[in-house]
């Protein structure tokens, strides 16, 4: 079983910055494939961002691709999520899901495991 707990969220101005942690409790960090989605209000839930434990290839929903980046650290068992140039639709809650798969993987249903999820406001 792999806990993760996501950190980082809150309220910030629209054209604002914020990065979001989620640490895994798993010290096979290395060999998850690490994912972002997010939930607005009313909405179904929406692939983000994703990176592979194999190869560090990344992928990203094109509503964020150019603003959001994500990275990941082995040693320290977390991935991040730096948000950068936010908009008032970035607004939801964010949550981090960790999958066996070695490739990038934008499919939820592939996830094993997912966080509590952290909430992002962004005012306009």
């Known amino acids: 079983q792999v806990q993760l707990v996501e950190s980082g969220g809150g309220l910030v101005q629209a054209g604002g910055s914020l990065r979001l942690s989620c640490e895994a409790s798993t010290l096979t960090f290395s060999r998850y494939s690490m994912g972002w989605f997010r939930q607005a209000p009313g909405k179904e839930r929406e692939f983000v961002a994703a990176?592979?434990?194999?190869?560090?290839?990344?992928s990203y929903a094109d509503s964020v691709k150019g603003r959001f980046t994500i990275s990941r650290d082995n040693a320290g068992s977390t991935v991040y999520l730096q948000m950068n140039s936010l908009k008032t639709e970035d607004t939801a809650v964010y949550y981090c899901a960790a999958t066996t798969s070695p490739v990038v993987t934008i499919w939820g249903y592939r996830y094993n495991y997912w966080g509590q999820g952290t909430q992002i406001t962004v005012s306009s």
């Open positions: 990176i592979s434990w194999s190869s560090g290839d990344t």
